[in-house]
């Protein structure tokens, strides 16, 4: 198997086709067709199901596309490092951050270490807790940005930021609520707006405060929430560092303990980073854990 072969194997995958690929590839078809016989019968699977319009994936084939996906963007990510220390850059740091995690601390965190490191490029990918610490384990990511809760096993966690779950919504409906202390028994007559990952937590808490809630939008991502909430649709509940993405809502946190998290800076214990990640985690460490 050769990087040559993988360029082509993805390509199919991505276009569907193989006279797709070779449009995209600029070439003819059947340089396309044998270099993905060879693979398969270096492989010694089936990679394929061929269709009359369409190839599928099989299960292996879906295994291969994972790697392959990872491999092409690490051959991507040297040939950068590689023209970058060629041009008297120090490379790029690749660090992944949940959609909510772009807060203050972090960005503090960040002109600290551009100060000391003005040649080093940053490589950032987005993706929600879960696939980010996949992605620490692949090392396709050297550091993430993720918050709580998860699996804290292997990792090495800086705290960031406390970050509560706050209401937020347009004027005409946060004007109904009450003033004081807010709990989410006082959110009963609202049309909710729920980022998908706290909706077991939410839904908990509300049980024991045996209120029933509208839970009127359930989606992936906290900014979504916030655009719908921008609509005046709703009330979204969202994390306190995501409202400055916000534009003309009103917001207030929630008194229920359980609905806080904290966002953290993780690496992992067993893989060596870089010398550029090792001196951004050393930064960081230098503000935060005198906390």
């Known amino acids: 198997m050769n990087m040559e072969q993988l360029i082509y194997f993805t390509a199919v995958v991505e276009e569907g086709t193989i006279s797709g690929a070779a449009r995209r590839l600029n070439m003819s078809q059947p340089p396309v067709s044998l270099q993905l016989k060879n693979l398969e019968a270096e492989c010694g699977v089936t990679l394929f199901i061929r269709g009359a319009r369409q190839i599928r994936l099989t299960e292996a084939g879906q295994t291969l596309y994972d790697y392959a996906v990872k491999i092409l963007d690490l051959k991507h990510s040297a040939e950068d490092d590689l023209r970058s220390l060629k041009s008297g850059k120090k490379g790029s740091l690749r660090i992944g951050i949940v959609s909510s995690g772009l807060c203050e601390e972090f960005f503090r965190g960040i002109r600290d270490f551009t100060l000391g490191h003005p040649d080093v490029n940053f490589k950032i990918f987005d993706g929600n807790t879960y696939q980010l610490l996949d992605m620490l384990e692949h090392q396709k990511i050297e550091l993430a940005v993720i ?13 960031l930021r406390r970050d509560p779950i706050t ?8 004007i109904r609520l009450p003033e004081g202390a807010l709990h989410l028994s006082d959110l009963r007559k609202q049309p909710l707006i729920l980022y998908r990952r706290w909706e077991k937590i939410i839904r908990e808490c509300a049980e024991n405060e045996k209120a029933r809630l509208n839970y009127y939008c359930v989606n992936d991502d906290a900014r979504t929430s916030i655009q719908w909430a921008e609509t005046g649709l709703g009330i979204a509940l969202v994390p306190a560092s995501i409202l400055p993405v916000s534009h003309g809502l009103l917001a207030r946190e929630l008194e229920e303990a359980p609905l806080c998290s904290t966002i953290c800076l993780v690496r992992r214990r067993d893989h060596e980073l870089s010398e550029s990640a090792l001196a951004m985690y050393r930064c960081f460490e230098k503000i935060y854990r005198r906390k």
């Open 167 to 174: 209401a937020a919504g347009c004027e005409q409906l946060m």
């Open 147 to 159: 918050r709580t809760p998860f699996l804290e096993h292997g990792l090495d966690v800086m705290e």
